[in-house]
Nanobody, 117 residues
Framework: EVQVVESGGGLVQAGGSLTLSCATS????????LGWFRQAPGKEREGVAC????????HYADSVKGRFTITSDNAKTTVYLHMSSLKPEDTAVYYC??????????WGQGTQVTVSS
């Protein structure tokens, strides 16, 4: 059974930094993508950043480029989202997403990030 557990959310002032963690277990194979999505109140869930295990390539939403960085541990089963220069518009519930090469995606339970102005 695949498990996805996020941690690290919280309250931070604008301009501050925060790091989210996503620990996964039960993944089979080595071909998958790990990523972060977020959903603000009244808005649709949007992709923020992702990392592919095979190529190591990363992708970022335009709104976070230059401010957020996605990294993983050596085993590529834990992914981190390092967020800096945070803005109030970054306030959202952040979800970790795992997309295996085959099969359905998996989601974490979400972690709240609140940026105060």
């Amino acid at each position: 059974e695949v498990q996805v557990v996020e941690s690290g959310g919280g309250l931070v002032q604008a301009g501050g930094s925060l790091t989210l963690s996503c620990a996964t277990s039960g993944l089979g194979g080595d071909n998958y993508a790990l990523g972060w999505f977020r959903q603000a109140p009244g808005k649709e869930r949007e992709g923020v950043a992702c990392f592919t295990s095979v190529s190591g390539k990363t992708h970022y939403a335009d709104s976070v480029k230059g401010r957020f960085t996605i990294t993983s541990d050596n085993a590529k089963t834990t992914v981190y989202l390092h967020m800096s220069s945070l803005k109030p518009e970054d306030t959202a519930v952040y979800y970790c997403n795992v997309r295996p090469g085959v099969g359905p995606p998996y989601w974490g339970q979400g972690t709240q990030v609140t940026v105060s102005s």
